[in-house]
């Protein structure tokens, strides 16, 4: 299996050099040089397992990813899965659990309690790999909303040959999510709290990546959500959910709710419901906060940028979505000079339009609902009070929107992205009681911890690099 770029600007590359490229050097997103399909002996082989309770997180995800991976040798791969899923804490990684009549996944027990950690557990033990095989080093940038910066943290702390630096908007992640980041003391760790927005340390992040002299000089590498091996790890929790539920319910088509920020988590869902064939995963249900950027885009054909609202449910709070770009790359028929000319418009204008014909093919694949910060506190109390189930208000946003957009008889998998005591103070606005937090944050506020308050600029956050880089 080869990649390619959404500009068509690189010859086609292998995954380990897709992996250290992150973005691809023409700007645009790598992608497979084309989507795999699954063979249907295959299926059902697996549905079969899955049914005898023989399918492990492990074997599955492993099997999906060869798939991809066709330079890395089997049994290599075999342990990077194995090693991954180590410090998860709950034997199935991702279980499925029924509330009322919805199948929660619960993505959020990884060493984070985020659903980030699937993807990045992976990646960080990839990179390892790829480096120790080449003998080379690296230094990983990354922009932050609050999630994928720890998770990316936990992902290579302590790792050789590679160092981390990682923006996060200064006081606009929650207190949590900042003790995350910045009580991991490894000397190979950065934190950089940005005075803006997520979107100023994405824009940072993207413009050194664009400087191709200075990636090439200092190794840069990628750990956000436009690195490919993040978007294939979390295909995997997609096919497992749908055997899982085809294999207890006999269902054949199966719904999937999704949270969306960046559009990595859900674009993912659009891999696995290629893989999968058919309408096997049926509908993809998009759930924004108020940040409704994609929500527009599916209900009215309107991307363009709005200005960042804050919410309960910060890891959502942007509106550019950096993995846009791929599904874009599919709606124009994987034509990659319309995708190029698309995003140079983008750039100039900041806002895209979708015809008729388009907007039909959008919502063959999505349905999407825009969740106010009332509807996700009124979700979060009314689920408690039902089920004694307690959200996460990202979760909720995509519980709400399943509730309101799910078609009778189809069952829907709701993807759980954060554990709530992540969210504690919302949480605990919405059911008026206070939350035991899990044993691994217990003492989070009384560790030591490291980090750097910079303006939001370019140069200051480059000038650091320099002076910390491996
Ligand atoms: C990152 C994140 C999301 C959004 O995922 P995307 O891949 O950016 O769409 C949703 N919920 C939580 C808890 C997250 O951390």
New binding site residues.
């Given amino acids: 299996m080869r990649f390619i770029s959404t500009r068509g600007g690189i010859a086609p590359i292998q995954f380990k050099e897709a992996v250290l490229m992150g973005l691809a050097t023409d700007g645009g997103l790598l992608l497979p040089e084309s989507l795999p399909v699954l063979p249907e002996t295959t299926l059902a082989g697996w549905l079969a397992m899955a049914k005898a309770k023989q399918l492990s997180y492990q074997q599955l995800a492993f099997e999906i990813m060869r798939l991809f991976i066709t330079d890395i040798p089997a049994d290599e791969l075999r342990r990077l899965v194995d090693r991954s899923y180590a410090t998860f804490a709950h034997p199935a990684i991702t279980p499925l659990v029924a509330v009322a009549d919805l199948h929660i996944l619960e993505l959020f027990h990884g060493p984070t309690l ?3 950690d699937v993807a990045l557990q992976f990646l960080g033990n990839v990179f390892e790999y790829i480096l120790k095989e080449s003998g080379g080093r690296m230094n990983i940038l990354g922009a932050t909303s ?3 910066g720890s998770a990316a943290i936990y992902g290579v702390r302590g790792k050789e040959g590679i160092s981390i630096f990682i923006l996060h908007p200064h006081k606009r992640v929650s207190p949590i999510q900042e003790l995350q980041m910045t009580t991991v003391l490894d000397d190979n760790v950065f934190n950089l709290a940005i005075r803006g927005t997520f979107d100023d340390g994405q824009t940072i992040v993207k413009q050194i990546f664009n400087d191709i002299a200075f990636k090439d000089a200092y190794q840069l590498g990628a750990i956000n ?1 436009i690195n490919w091996a993040r978007i294939l790890a979390q295909v995997v929790y997609y096919v497992y959910a749908w055997l899982q539920v085809a294999a207890t319910t006999g269902a054949t088509e199966v719904d999937f709710a999704v ?8 674009f993912a869902g659009f891999v696995a419901k290629r893989l999968l064939a058919g309408n096997r995963l049926r509908t993809l249900i998009l759930a924004t906060n108020e940040n409704d950027l994609l929500t527009r885009f599916v209900n009215q054909g309107d991307y363009s940028l709005g200005t960042v609202v804050p919410t309960t449910s910060p ?2 709070d942007i509106q550019v979505a950096s993995n846009f770009e791929r599904f874009l790359y599919y709606l124009y028929n994987e034509d990659p000079q319309r995708v190029s000319q698309a995003m140079a418009d983008f750039a100039k204008s900041g806002r895209l339009t979708f015809d008729a014909a388009e907007q039909e093919k959008i919502r063959a694949v999505f349905v999407a609902k825009r969740v106010s910060q009332l509807e996700t506190e009124e979700t979060i109390r009314a689920v408690d009070a039902s089920c004694r189930y307690v959200l996460d208000p ?1 979760t909720a946003v995509g519980v709400n929107a399943a509730q309101a957009l799910r078609t009778p008889g189809v069952p829907v998998v709701c993807l759980a ?2 554990h709530p005591a992540k969210f504690g103070s919302a949480v605990e606005a919405a059911i008026g009681r206070s939350l035991a937090l899990p044993a691994a944050l217990a003492d989070l506020a009384g560790r030591p911890s490291r980090c750097e308050i910079v303006a939001a600029d370019t140069a200051i956050v480059k000038n650091f690099v320099v002076g910390h880089a491996r």
């Fill in positions: 985020a659903f980030k609050g999630d994928t959500s949270p969306t920020g960046n559009f990595g988590d859900i890891s959502m990202h992205t954060a």
